[in-house]
């Protein structure tokens, strides 16, 4: 049974980078899709990104000029990193798997991210 | 690309079915058959409950069940139980930019 699991620092400066990882146990990351999905407080879910195992990357585009989505193959993670953060960037991140990239079957289970000074 | 409709909130006593809409647009719900729903208890990861509209994944009831009309999917509830009270959300592809967009999220209530 594959596990997801988030992590990074919990709380970033505006204008810095953002970076989380996501550890995959229980199965190899040679394999699906690998995505990235966040929840801004009393909003619904938002799409950031997703690598497909062969390298390939999809990012939405409102995020893309920001987000770096990648993969490490020999950890067995995959990574998020969104630069020049605002307070709008404040939600709880969730890594995820998607078997086909259009849905999502395996979930971390998320991790709060509060952009502040 | 704008997120997809869902009512803010469902409620229902035990035993009875709710439905949860989920309304898109012709270029995402109404085009692809790639819609999916997932619960969500608060602060616990997100549970994959149907996919590509009506498909369960192994291990989810078939009191879920999933159907599409036009640009509106839904999800249907059946024989309501208080385990089921929880963030529901839809998922659809989009056409445009290649990209996924999600539901505005519904919170269901078992009275």
């Known amino acids: 049974q594959v596990q997801l699991q988030e992590s990074g620092p919990g709380l970033v400066k505006p204008s810095e980078t953002l970076s989380l990882n996501c550890s995959v146990s229980?199965?190899?990351?040679?394999?699906?899709?690998w995505s990235w999905i966040r929840q801004s407080p009393g909003k619904g879910l938002e799409w950031i990104g997703d690598?497909?195992?062969?390298?390939?990357?999809t990012y939405n585009p409102s995020l893309k000029s920001r987000v770096t989505i990648s993969l490490d193959r020999p950890r067995d993670q995959f990574s998020l990193k969104v630069k020049s953060v605002t307070s709008a960037d404040t939600a709880v991140y969730y890594c995820?798997?998607?078997?086909?990239?259009?849905?999502?079957?395996?979930w971390g289970q998320g991790t709060l991210v509060t952009v502040s000074s | 690309q704008s997120a997809l409709t869902q009512p803010a909130s469902v409620s229902g006593s035990p035993g009875q079915s709710i439905t949860i809409s989920c309304t898109g647009t012709?270029?995402?719900?109404?085009?692809?058959?790639?819609v999916s729903w997932y619960q969500h208890h608060p602060g616990k990861a997100p549970k994959l409950l149907i996919y590509?509209?009506?498909k369960r994944p192994s291990g989810i009831s078939d009191r879920f069940s999933g159907s599409k009309s036009g640009n509106t999917a839904s999800l249907t509830i059946s024989g309501l139980q208080a385990e089921d009270e929880a963030d529901y959300h839809c998922?659809?592809?989009?056409?445009?930019?290649?990209?996924?967009?999600f539901g505005t999220g519904t919170k269901v209530t078992v009275l």
């Open positions: 590509e509209v009506s």
């Open positions: 229980g199965g190899g990351i040679d394999s699906d899709y």
């Open positions: 998922c659809s592809y989009t056409g445009i930019n290649t990209f996924r967009v």
């Open positions: 995820a798997r998607g078997p086909s990239g259009y849905y999502y079957d395996t």
């Open positions: 690598v497909h195992f062969i390298g390939s990357i």
């Open positions: 012709s270029i995402d719900v109404g085009s692809y058959n790639l």
